[in-house]
């Protein structure tokens, strides 16, 4: 009986010394200029930017009060890498487990983290983030493996930064004007998003510096030159030391690693980052990829420039194996894959596609489809063709493949989860073939929630669907989400139906909008099977156009309405001539 007891009063333990941290946060518009090249608005927090980094510990509940400050666009917020497991409506993204606030509006995100690690929040919603809608979300845990292993802890972001604002970039980037689908390029990279970052260290101490990149677009090589890094977390998942000479980020991937500093200090060392050149269709004339940063030992001493670096040549994430030394999942009970691809459609412009299907949000936010739809919550179509629905039930053992049918480089994000990377090929080299008896499984694959896909290459992912809920699967380039890379998992909605229900006040949010919060993603709450009326994409091109034929046709307009006003500006004169 006494052991009983003294186990009870163990298990009530977390939540007694757990606490609830508090943000009030009102998105409001400011003004900023980081790169010291350019004042323009952004978009801040409470009237400030960057907007504040959230810090707590493992077991205490988060509670963000959001209002939404802006005059004249509607925001939500998503809590990047976070499983949300029994909270799905805290996800965040617009659409899919809530509606977004419009101006004016106000709601809670309030849900428990038990996850320690390296996160990141951000807006969820028309391509928003790179205004400066971002910061690390840091989850310490003081019994953690190797919290008695260094004496300090920092927090070091990366993220790359545009001049104009996001509304016109992502017009002009998704029109006719633009058929090969070219993104634009960042016009700055920025470290703790400012340029010239100072880290100050003590000699002989050991520091847990933790690294996420925030990026819109652009992955980053990251070293701190006459240092090595101790890898031991990436996204959240904890791993086995892995010493590194420089590390490669996709936007939104973070890493934390142990740094072990000199014992003299008679010099400075350059931290540098620097943006992926691969990932631009064009580099803009004087175009500076690099940040550079400093560890700063003595501030008597000069601040170096970095050495010129002959190749990258960053830590292969794949060989990472994770601290507890799970193994490769069993066989899996659902493999599917998603194809990769760029194309245009009629409208012009230049879209993304999984397997022929470019996103496009449904009328009702999903989470609230699978919470209403009884019976038929399993059955795929009821959430719209081009949310690209995707149904698991509960404990699949799922296989993911992504074949990238395109020549750029994807780093692709699971919310909900973090998967096993049990495979990952080398650049081109076509489609995952099941049959090829060289291709070997990775034994104790590392796992992470965002994935580096090479160009023309493949990956193979395995996650277990033991988190009910709706969880987005997509590309973390920012333009490649608003051109509709995105599928949409629906993981075992019977079992969501028992267990979770949507707040009040994020219902609120969207009667006050007169926005359907029950039927299909046509908004059909009468005959779920009936999608007449969904949301869908442009249709298709007509037979025999290209995206090369679309910029000819484009640019043959353009010069024959030079050509008419030429000839209209020249007629006009010889008229004047003859009445002189």
């Not at 757990?18 to 350019?38: E, H, I």
């Not at 998603?338 to 596609?353: K, P, Q, R």
């Not at 149904?391 to 973090?418: M, R």
Request: hydrophobic share 40%; aromatic share 10%.
């Amino acid at each position: 009986m006494k052991s009983f007891v003294a186990a009870s009063l163990l298990s009530l333990l977390p939540s007694v010394f757990s606490k609830t941290v508090t943000y009030d946060f009102n998105v409001t518009y400011t003004t900023a200029n980081p790169d010291g090249q350019f004042e323009r608005r952004v978009i801040g927090i409470n009237g400030e930017w960057p907007i504040p980094t959230i810090e707590i510990e493992k077991g205490d509940r988060l509670v963000v009060n959001l209002v939404n400050g802006l005059p004249d666009v509607e925001t939500s917020l998503h809590w990047h890498g976070l499983f949300q497991n029994g909270t799905n409506a805290m996800d965040g993204p617009g659409k899919v487990t809530q509606c977004a606030l419009a101006p004016g509006q106000k709601m809670t995100y309030n849900f428990t983290i038990n996850q320690p690690g390296t996160y990141w929040y951000h807006s969820h919603i028309k391509g928003q983030y790179p205004d400066g809608i971002r910061a690390p979300l840091i989850v310490r845990d003081p019994k953690g493996p190797y919290a008695k292993k260094y004496d300090e802890e920092v927090v070091i972001s990366l993220s790359d930064w545009y001049h104009d604002e996001n509304p016109p970039l992502l017009a002009k980037f998704l029109s006719v004007g633009n058929p090969t689908g070219a993104e634009p390029v960042p016009n700055s990279a920025l470290m703790n998003e400012t340029q010239g970052m100072p880290f100050h260290v003590k000699p002989g101490r050991t520091y847990m510096v933790r690294l996420v990149n925030m990026a819109a677009f652009a992955a980053q090589y990251f070293w701190i030159e006459g240092h090595t890094m101790r890898i031991i977390e990436v996204d959240g998942e904890y791993t086995e030391e892995a010493e590194a000479e420089m590390i490669y980020l996709t936007a939104a991937q973070r890493v934390s690693f142990l740094l072990t500093t000199k014992n003299e200090t008679t010099k400075n060392y350059a931290i540098v980052g620097s943006m992926d050149e691969d990932l631009f269709d064009q580099i803009p004339d004087g175009l500076n990829s690099n940040v550079t940063g400093h560890l700063i030992y003595s501030a008597a001493r000069p601040l170096p420039e970095p050495a010129f670096v002959d190749a990258f040549e960053p830590f292969d994430d794949f060989t990472l194996v994770p601290l507890d030394g799970e193994d490769l999942w069993e066989e899996p009970t659902y493999s599917f894959a998603l194809e990769v691809m760029m194309d245009n459609l009629g409208d012009g412009a230049n879209y993304a596609f999984f397997n022929g299907i470019t996103y496009v949000p449904p009328k009702v936010p999903t989470l609230y489809t699978a919470l209403n739809a009884g019976n038929l919550s399993l059955t795929p179509e009821i959430y719209g063709r081009d949310t690209n629905p995707i149904v698991f039930k509960h404990h699949d053992v799922v296989e993911l493949i992504i074949n990238n049918n395109d020549p750029g480089k994807h780093p692709f994000h699971l919310h909900g989860h973090t998967f096993q990377l049990a495979y990952r090929s080398d650049v081109d080299a076509g489609f995952f073939n099941a049959s090829d008896e060289s291709i070997e499984f990775a034994q104790k694959p590392m796992r992470r929630d965002t994935v580096l896909v090479n160009p023309g290459g493949n990956v193979v992912l395995r996650f277990r669907a033991d988190n009910p809920g709706v969880w987005l699967f997509h590309c973390h380039i920012e333009w490649h989400i608003e051109s509709g890379l995105i599928a949409t998992f629906i993981e075992a909605p019977d079992v969501l139906q028992k267990t979770q229900t949507i707040p009040e006040d994020h219902l609120d949010i969207c009667k006050a909008q007169n926005l359907p919060v029950v039927g299909n993603a046509a908004a059909n709450a009468q005959d779920y099977l009936d999608l007449t009326g969904q949301n869908l994409s442009p249709a298709p091109l007509p037979a025999g156009f290209t995206a090369r034929g679309i910029v000819a046709l484009v640019f043959s307009v353009i010069a024959a309405f030079i050509g008419i006003a030429v000839i209209t500006l020249y007629g006009s004169q010889e008229l004047k001539q003859k009445k002189a």
